[in-house]
C-alpha cells in the first residue's frame, strides 16, 4: 500500500509551476502567483490542489484554449468596499491574489470591503486567499464554486460543487485560526481514494445514480458527493447543501458569472471550469484593540487545544494547526509526491520543452 | 405519541409576549420587539426558540437579576462601516434588531457594514436579523455563540455552544434563501425529544461523557453534542467545529465579550447568558443591478426546486423554504403549542399577574 514518494524543495516545485506557466504564455509575475499558490497548496499537505492539478487543470486548458493565459480582467463595478470583475477565461490564481488584495486595500481604508471574480478558473485553494488578510489584521474570507459534483439534500441530480470557503483570523506571534473547508462531507478524490484501496465509502458520502445512499466506491462515483451533514436531513445535510449553494450564489449569482447546473460537471477535464470566487475582509480595529483581539484568538485556541482529548485521540487541534505543522515539515524537508504527480510533472514539462524539477538534494 | 395541542394566532402572541416583558420593567418598544422575534420562531416552526423560552430564559432570569431589562447599551467602537456594542446585560432581541439595523444603514450608506453585540443574552433565531437585510436588498448575516453543549472534534470537553449562522439573500418577488443553522449536528432537543420517545440517537449527533461516540440518548445529554459532521473527522466533524469556534471568535472576540470556555454551560438555566452577536450587510448593488441579481436568485432557487428528487423524497427544497412554507400555514390558523408550552404561558402570566394569551378563535 506504501508508495515510493519523490521529495521537492518547494521552491524548486514553484520554479517549476512558474516556467511552465510561461512556457505556455503567461506572463512572468502570474506564472509566479500560479506557483505560489499551487505550492502553497502541497505544502499544507492538500495534494489534492496543489501541483497535481498543474498538467490536467491548467497546462492542458491553456494549450486547449480553454484557458486565456494573457487575459485582462474588467472590471464590472466598482465603489470604495465593492469590487467586481470579469476574469475572461483568464487564469484563476493571479487574478484571485490580485482582488483579495484589493479587496483588503478597501477593507485597510474603509473598515470592511467585498470582491467578486466571474468567468475565471480554479483558484486552488481557499485558503490562500483569505490568509492573505492575516499580515494585515483583517479577517479575510474566500469561496469558490466549482464543478458539479454534488446532490443537493433530497435530490439526486448534481446540481452543486464543492463550494469551500475559507475563514482567516490572526492571532498573535504568527498564528492564525485558517478554516479552508469544501461543504460537500469530503472531497471526490476519497472516493477515488477508497477504489483505489479497495474499501467502502463511510455512509453520508455519497449517494448512487438513482438517488439511494452507498457506500461503494464505483456506485458513489456515478452518482453524486453528500453535503456536510450526509444523505438528508437527520444529521444536518441540508445544512452542508445551504452553504454549498450560499458559495453558489455569492460567488457565481453576486458576481455576475455562471453558476449551478449552467456550471459543467467536474469530471469533465476539459471543459472551460467557468468558476467564480468571493472574497471579504474586515478590518479588525473597527471593533477592538488588535493586540488585545490577538490576544484573546490565541487564548481561544490556547483552550481548545489543552482541552481534553477524547479516549484515542492525542489532543484537540484548531482549525488549519495540522496543515500548519505540516507545512513546516514540508518547507524543512521537501514535500512529498506520489509517482503519478512525479510522472505527470515529468510530461509537463516534456510537452513544454522545459526541464523537470530538481528533486529534493538535502538538508 | 400524539400531544393535543392549542392553537394561537400569532398577533396574540406577540401581544402577550409585549405585556409579559413590559410587566417584567423592560420598554414597550423593547418589550414589543422581544415578542416579534420570539413569535416569529414559532412561526416559522422553530418551536425550540419561541415562547417556550419566555419563562425560564427571559421572564425567570429577569426577575433573579440576571437579566436587565432596562439597560442601554455602550458603544465600545464605531467607524462608517463598524459598530462594537457592549449590551450591559440587557434583553438580546431588542439591541439585536436594533444593530442589526444600524449595521443595514452602514451598509446602505457605505457598501458594507459589520456590527457586534458583547455581553448580551439569547436573542432567538438568528435567521430573524440576517432576515431584515432583505427588503434593503442587501445580504444579511447573523450569528451567535451560546451557552457551552458541544465538544471540538478529538475532544470531549463542553467548549462550544450550538453557535448558529444565518445568511439571508433576497430573490424576486418576496422570495428569499434563508440559511439558519445551527454548527452542532443537532440541537440539544432532538435529544430530550429522542428520550422521550425512547429512541436511539443516530451516530454523529453525540458523545458520552467519557468521550466515546453514543446512540443512547442519556449518555448523550450527560456528553456533549457533536459538532455538524459528527465523530471524528471521516464525515467532515473538523468542518463543524471550525464554523462553531469561527462564530465563538467573530461574536465572542471580535465584539469584545465573553468567549469559550468562560462560556456558562447551556444547561444551567439561570446563571447569566452572557453570549455576544456578529452581524453582518452588503449591499447588493455594489456588484450587479438588484433587479438582475434577484432574478438569478430566483433562478437559482427554482433550479433547486425543479431537481430530480432521490427515490421517496417528494422534492428537492431550498434553505428557509420549509419555515416559510409553516410561515404561511401558522399566520392563517395559528401557532400549534404543546401543553407544556401553554402551561408555562399560563405560569408567567400567574407569576406577572396578566392575563394569559387568548386562545385561537377562528378562522
Redesign the interface.
Known sequence: MAVERTRFAPGDLRDFVGRSLRACGAGSEDARLVGEVLVASDVRGIESHGVARLEGFYVDRIRDGIIDPKAIESV??E????L?VDANDGLGHPISVRIMRRTIDKALA?????G?VARSNHFGIAGYYAMLALEHDC?GIASTNAGRLA???????L?LGTNPFA?A?PAENGDA?V?D??TT??AYGKLEIAKRLGKAL?P??A?DA???PTTDPDAGMAGALLP???FGT???G??????G??S???C?????GV???RMPPSRQILEAAITSHFFMA???D???DVA??KR??SR?LA??RA?????G???????GEPEKIRAREHEQHGVGLDPVVVESLSRTAAKLGIEPPRRFAGP
Chains 1, 2 share one sequence.
Open positions: 464590472l463595478r465603489t470604495p468596499t465593492s467586481a474603509n473598515g470592511c470591503a467585498v467578486t479577517i446532490a443537493p439534500t433530497n435530490g439526486r441530480e446540481m475563514f483570523i485560526f478554516l473547508m469544501a462531507t469530503v463511510m453520508g458520502w449517494i438513482a438517488g439511494n456536510l451533514g450526509g437527520d444529521s444536518g441540508h445544512k452542508g447543501y445551504g452553504l449553494l450560499l453558489d450564489i455569492l457565481g449569482v453576486l458576481g455576475g453558476f449551478s447546473p474586515i478590518r479588525i473597527g471593533f477592538r488585545e483581539f484573546d484568538v481561544s483552550e481548545m482541552s481534553e482529548p477524547a479516549p485521540f492525542e489532543r484537540v487541534f484548531t482549525a
